[in-house]
């Protein structure tokens, strides 16, 4: 077995309706209800003018600054996938650019997450197709290898999984675990139905703010 240099295919990928669900609920909520502890980092930011990501992770781990396994997950990717880059933190080369880009979205990829730098901003930052990375370079990538497509990979901390919920927005970038997504969703609606109270009682007749002196009380807030 090639460690290191190697495409694995035939990985499960989360149910559409899953993703569906989950495109409709801001990545601060859906972070919150993974107990804050599952997101790729404030590095991670997007470069595109807009829009909503909302798919099923392609991952794919490669050495820095070479872009050679990006273009085969590119090659193998489904409509509906996210490709999901780890590059190292790396900046120094882009990994992406606008060729690379242009051929995944007419394969119906919905979205890039990049561990590392894109280039041909002129054109990726005045479209709405997702693309999030750590940083700008014009520098480009080589195409030698090694790399690996379809692994479990690490986003400053964030576990991804092939197959798992990729969302994104303007706050950045979370992924839901294939195996937990229905219990993560179901908390995220109560989130969000909770959160629409409060937005409403604002407006109306008031935010009860007595739990903010009964936090303080409760750890021993001279005061209050």
């Known amino acids: 077995m090639a460690l290191g240099f190697r495409v694995l295919k035939g990985h499960q990928r989360s149910d559409q309706s899953l993703v569906e669900a989950f495109s409709k609920i801001p990545t601060a909520i859906i972070s919150d209800n993974l107990n804050r502890m599952v997101a790729a980092g404030p590095r991670i930011k997007p470069l595109h003018t807009g829009g909503g990501l909302a798919g099923t992770a392609v991952t794919v781990k490669t050495r820095p600054g070479d872009n050679l396994m990006i273009h085969k997950a590119a090659d193998i990717a489904e409509p509906g ?13 882009a990994l992406i650019g606008e060729l690379i880009v242009t051929h995944a979205r007419s394969r119906g990829v919905v979205g890039f997450v990049i561990n590392g730098a894109a280039r041909d901003i002129d054109v990726i930052g005045t479209d709405v197709f997702p693309v999030y990375a750590g940083g700008i370079s014009h520098r480009g990538p080589y195409k030698d290898g090694p790399g690996e497509v379809n692994v479990p990979i690490a986003l400053d901390g964030m576990i991804i999984e092939p197959g798992d919920i990729v969302i994104g927005d303007l706050d950045g970038v979370v992924s839901i675990p294939r195996l937990q997504a229905d219990t993560v969703l179901k908390a995220c609606l109560q989130q969000v139905e909770k959160e629409t ?22 750890k021993g807030c001279e005061g209050v």
């Open 81 to 93: 996938d996210v490709l999901v880059v780890d590059g190292g933190e790396d900046l120094t080369n």
């Open 197 to 218: 109270g409060i937005l409403q009682a604002i407006h109306g007749e008031g935010w009860d703010r007595r739990w903010v002196d009964e936090i303080l009380k409760a």
